[in-house]
């Protein structure tokens, strides 16, 4: 049923897809393993009333989850595309219930709406913010810092960041990465917006060891335990005294409610790619506004399309913490977009012109390109 705020139908002649391979600034590392190359599958919706872009944020491996890269474009071509295009004329808020049949691949949902809803905000001169609730027009920015060599190593990533301005540091930790590298950012930067993410990395039985980042006053302790893991985060959650934020483990606005039901979670990072589209991380973010839960918007090293589109949902009103929506250039020297976004006061502003609000800069598009192929009607 559509709703006074909804999106108009466009006419799908079909969707391109890319999978793109975008150098990385510096080496980044987690708790699964280390990339120096983003790859990525950028998404163009083809309208007779102009083009639509979105981004599938799959990694190269089904490390962070079960999606990854090369499924997501089997999904995309062999189901889910040829479901949109049977549709005539189709509006963004009927994408996830024209997909919902198919099981899962989030991400690879997510990045087909964008780009349908892309294509329906630009033919209405709407951008992507004002269509989705965004209060504000410049949101702070957090960066996530990867695990680096030592913390010595760690301790001058930081510090070069909070230099370029960045309101709030979010470290990488595994087993044995953890209570020194903290200690050491605690120690040589004093009281600054400091938070955590283990990706998953930890068991139950290493709850002593979680228990001992209570000393370092963070402001969360992001998916320390695995993503079906919500009852043993409930358990973890009464044995720490510093908040419990899920990531891998929002896979829904569903999966949202169950986890504050339980007590698995007091804060949540919200993902569009994870939970299948911007419309479902709005339904995410106004059931924890009324429940009182604090959100903040999570990233998965976009570019400038999905960077764009984060910048517009993390300028909704639950959206109190700072995300992990960084600049542009604290991964990728040159970008796909012709209007990247950038730090300025430690803020990034929310894009105001149609749809995500960005332009696509068709030669760095083509340079990151290793694969193409289009699916028409
Ligand atoms: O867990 O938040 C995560 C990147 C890839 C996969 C998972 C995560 C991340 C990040 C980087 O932490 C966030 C960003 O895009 O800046
Ligand atoms: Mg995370």
């Not at 400091?194 to 402001?219: E, K, P, R």
Request: glycine fraction near 10%; hydrophobic fraction near 45%.
């Amino acid at each position: 049923m559509p709703s006074p705020g909804d999106a108009g139908p466009v006419a799908l002649d079909g969707f391109e897809l890319r999978v793109l391979h975008l150098p990385l600034v510096s080496p980044f590392t987690t708790s699964f393993g280390t990339e120096t190359v983003r790859e990525v599958i950028v998404v163009r919706a083809l309208t007779p009333d102009g083009d639509g872009w979105g981004e599938i944020v799959t990694q190269e491996a089904p490390l962070y989850s079960s999606e990854y890269t090369q499924g997501a474009w089997d999904v995309a071509r062999r189901w889910l595309i040829p479901a949109l295009l049977d549709r005539a004329r189709l509006a963004p808020h009927d994408v996830a219930e024209t997909l919902a049949p198919f099981v899962g691949h989030r991400m690879a949902k997510a990045g087909l709406e964008l780009a349908v809803l892309d294509a329906s905000l630009r033919a209405q001169g709407v951008s992507l913010g004002a269509h989705l609730g965004a209060v504000r027009d410049r949101i702070p920015s957090g960066v996530s810092v990867g695990i680096q060599s030592d913390p010595a190593a760690l301790v001058e990533a930081v510090a070069g960041y909070l230099d370029e301005g960045y309101r709030r540091i979010k470290i990488k930790i595994k087993p044995g990465r953890d209570l020194a590298d903290t200690a050491a950012v605690r120690a040589a930067f004093g009281d600054i917006p400091l938070q955590v993410d283990a990706n998953s990395a930890y068991t139950l039985a290493d709850a002593d060891t979680l228990a001992g980042l209570d000393d370092f006053g963070l402001l969360l302790i992001e998916q320390p335990l695995r993503e079906d893991d919500l009852v043993d985060h409930a358990a973890l959650a009464r044995l720490l005294r510093t908040p419990l934020c899920l990531d891998e483990s929002i896979t829904s606005a569903k999966a949202a409610a169950d986890a504050l039901a339980l007590g698995a979670a007091a804060i949540v990072n919200i993902k569009a790619g994870r939970v299948g589209g911007h419309l479902e991380a709005v339904r995410v973010h106004d059931l924890c506004r009324a429940a009182g839960v604090p959100v903040w918007c999570g990233g998965m090293l976009e570019t400038g399309i999905g960077r764009a589109a984060n910048a517009a949902l993390a300028a909704l009103p639950r959206f109190t913490l700072p995300g992990d929506v960084s600049a542009s250039d604290r991964f990728y020297r040159r970008d796909i977009v012709t209007d990247p976004i950038v730090l300025d006061d430690g803020h990034v502003r929310v894009p105001t012109g149609p749809g995500i609000g960005v332009g696509i800069d068709g030669g760095a598009l083509e340079e990151f390109t290793v694969a193409r192929e289009v699916v028409r009607r």
